[in-house]
């Protein structure tokens, strides 16, 4: 995984490998390797990812975030690039609005 030079691509994979499973937010913090890695877990979804996010409570006041893939999608051949065009799209809708 950490070879993947794409971070929504190592995110991704992460989310794909652990399937079904909640993936906490410090694996994903470490497999990101980067600080606004939440965004890029936001960003899957212009891909059309499915994801789950949840923070179920917990006895001890401890507050832990976890992810879930529930539908994968294909990898675009330059997703951080698709993910660029949409964002880039997105604001020159919100512009003309």
């Keep these: 995984m950490m070879a993947l030079k794409s971070v929504h691509m ?3 994979e992460t ?3 652990l ?6 937010a410090e694996i994903m913090d470490f497999v990101a390797n980067q600080d606004d890695w939440k965004k890029r877990v936001r960003e899957l979804r212009y891909l059309g990812w499915k994801i789950d996010v949840f923070t ?3 006895s001890n006041r401890r507050v ?6 529930t539908e994968p999608r294909a990898w ?8 660029r ?5 997105r604001a020159k809708r919100n512009r003309n609005r």
């Design 19 to 24: 399937r079904s499973h909640p993936v906490p």
């Design 85 to 89: 065009r949409y964002e880039l799209e």
């Design 10 to 12: 190592r995110l991704g």
């Design 76 to 83: 675009p051949d330059d997703p951080t690039g698709v993910i």
């Design 56 to 58: 179920p409570k917990r």
């Design 15 to 17: 989310l794909k490998t």
């Design 64 to 69: 832990s975030t976890f992810y879930r893939l």
